[in-house]
């Protein structure tokens, strides 16, 4: 096995063997494009994404259970407990990531300033950071090498692994990787990876051919990378990919982090349990707030089963005064819905931790109203995933359907229409974009409430892989969207990408400029309509506009370090 030690001495790296020409062949280096040419001063808002890696994550239940949406990529729901057990050894963990972030010069230029009351990118990332992306890299490939030759063995030993016939299907996940007919070069390169594997140099060529790509093995690819970067490198990427590279130009990333554990996980097992606990991923994103100087500032989660199980009065006035976090992001696909779980009997709920009693499903409503109301208190918004998808057991993906919210909006819906309740809601995916051609009650679920509570209930149109689609694809998905264009609907309407899990899609690179031309061309918004979905609404939802309590403890969060988050409040 080719050492890390011996890789990084080596000095090589896909960072180093990237494709010349221009900034999208860095695979580490943050932007270092110029001020983004907007006239107008319009501010553009990712308001949905996620820069987790492998430690952060369930992976096993995630690709399995959950599953991905891009057919293409099935072969990686073979090997999801495999990708797990090596990612748990191989991925960076929170602390890693805390080490390198809190021993940065601070005066490194990681961040981005204010130039002429405008937003600019950041400026090139350091020696030190360089240093850690070969790291990364070194990681994916030792990934590779070992998935060639993995030992099933050793990963039970380690408790990370209970199925006997991994070896069998690390055979069929090649044999599918390697068949058909390749349709890019990366995919050539793809296709004989596995006699690639002997050496790094074999795997860096076939990785550096995916970045030329955009086929089914480098979706494949790309989907995995993510999961054995620092964080701070995910959130590069999207910055380099949605900024320097788009024509569009991202300002501000909004992560959401997950908390699979007690729904994917057995809780009492090493498998149950990701590497990197919350609370310390909590910390990295504190210091990616802080390296970027506001440029991205993540979502904690809230999991009603963690609460029941391991109360902490405290977590969410911490998560927003000591993390920078700007709102929760709830997940009810995992086996809740968000108001009258006593009347849902399945899934039945898992064991605590420490074999301590089962939590029941009143005790959930009870938590969930106390959350409500915490983060009505405070005015920090809450995100919920809102689309039949990603669902932990059968049938639990309708548990995130809008009806649920109806008792929730309506426990504060007079407070809300007098204008007296500072909860704010997204509603996220708009009820999702799995059929361009068929209408979805859920977005029509969706705009009403919106029309029923103006500047209370919010949505986002994340992970819209239609819109990359064909001209014909994009027209049909424009007419089932008219929705969105009605008076007091498109005033709450986000733009959001859901990378990195939409790095599963071929085309993930352009998806902000195909948005974007969705919007003038399919969808045909005007130009006040676009600036609002584009970033305007985000400012207002986050609370990110002055006199806004989420901008007042972002001002004391950042303290002297404002020039990012200042630039952008300017803008707004």
């Not at 090997?79 to 602390?95: C, F, N, R, S």
């Not at 063995?153 to 209970?162: P, V």
């Not at 149109?461 to 694809?473: C, N, Q, W």
């Amino acid at each position: 096995m080719y050492s890390r030690r011996k890789f990084l001495k080596s000095g090589v790296a896909l960072g180093a063997l990237a494709l010349a020409g221009g900034c999208r062949g860095r695979l580490v280096k943050p932007p270092s494009c110029p001020q983004y040419a907007r006239p107008d001063g319009q501010v553009v808002i990712d308001a949905h994404c996620h820069i987790f890696n492998g430690s952060d994550l369930q992976i096993a239940g995630f690709v399995n259970q959950v599953g991905l949406r891009q057919p293409d990529l099935s072969p990686v729901n073979l090997i999801g407990d495999i990708v797990q057990a090596l990612a748990w050894e191989l991925a960076p963990t929170a602390d890693e990531e805390l080490r390198w972030l809190r021993s940065r010069d601070k005066s490194d230029g990681l961040g981005i300033g204010s130039q002429e009351g405008s937003l600019v990118a950041p400026h090139p990332l350091s020696a030190t950071l360089q240093g850690v992306g070969k790291d990364s890299d070194m990681r994916f490939v030792e990934f590779w090498q070992r998935l060639d030759a993995f030992d099933a063995g050793a990963a039970a030993r380690k408790g990370l692994l209970r199925a006997n016939d991994a070896e069998v299907r690390v055979d069929e996940f090649f044999r599918r990787l390697e068949q058909g007919t390749p349709r890019t070069s990366a995919e050539k390169s793809a296709r004989s990876l596995r006699q690639q594997l002997q050496s790094p140099d074999g795997i860096i060529e076939a990785l550096r051919a995916e970045e030329a790509g955009d086929g089914r093995v480098s979706a494949i690819i790309s989907f995995l990378k993510t999961f054995f970067r620092f964080r701070i490198e995910n959130a590069w990427t999207m910055l380099q990919a949605y900024g320097c590279d788009s024509k569009t130009g991202v300002d501000l990333l909004c992560p959401a982090m997950v908390d699979f554990d007690l729904w994917l996980g057995d809780a009492n097992s090493n498998r149950g349990r990701t590497r990197s606990p919350i609370d310390r991923q909590m910390d990295v994103m504190r210091e990616i707030a802080l390296a970027t100087e506001g440029r991205v500032h993540a979502m904690a989660p809230f999991n009603p089963l963690r609460a029941a199980c391991d109360p902490d009065a405290g977590y969410i006035r911490r998560a927003v005064e000591e993390y920078g976090c700007i709102a929760f992001k709830v997940y009810p696909p995992m086996g809740f819905s968000a108001a009258d779980n006593a009347q849902i009997t399945q899934p039945t709920l898992k064991q605590c931790p420490g074999n301590r009693p089962v939590a029941t499903r009143p005790q959930l409503d009870a938590i969930l109203h106390d959350f409500y109301s915490r983060c009505a208190e405070l005015g920090v918004p809450v995100m919920a995933h809102t689309s039949d998808s990603n669902e932990a057991y059968s049938g639990s993906g309708k548990l995130a359907a809008p009806r649920f919210w109806e008792d929730v909006l309506g426990s504060y819906g007079r407070e809300m229409a007098a204008g007296r309740s500072s909860l704010r809601i997204n509603l996220g995916h708009m009820g999702g974009d799995h059929k361009a051609d068929e209408p979805n009650d859920w977005r029509e679920q969706v705009a009403t409430a919106m029309a029923r509570f103006p500047g209370q209930v919010y949505t986002d149109l994340s992970y819209y892989e239609h819109m990359m689609g064909s001209a014909d694809v994009r027209r049909r998905l424009a007419r089932q969207m008219q929705m969105v264009k009605r008076d007091g609907v498109w005033q709450h309407v986000m733009y959001g990408s859901d990378w990195s899990m939409l790095a599963a899609q071929p085309r993930w690179r352009h998806y902000i400029d195909d948005f974007a031309s969705f919007l003038d061309n399919d969808l045909q918004v005007d130009a006040p309509m676009r600036a609002a979905i584009m970033g305007g609404t985000a400012l207002t939802f986050y609370g990110l506009r002055d006199g806004q309590p989420t901008m007042e403890r972002l001002r004391k969060f950042h303290d002297a370090d404002w020039r990012g988050m200042g630039a952008l409040v300017e803008r707004g």
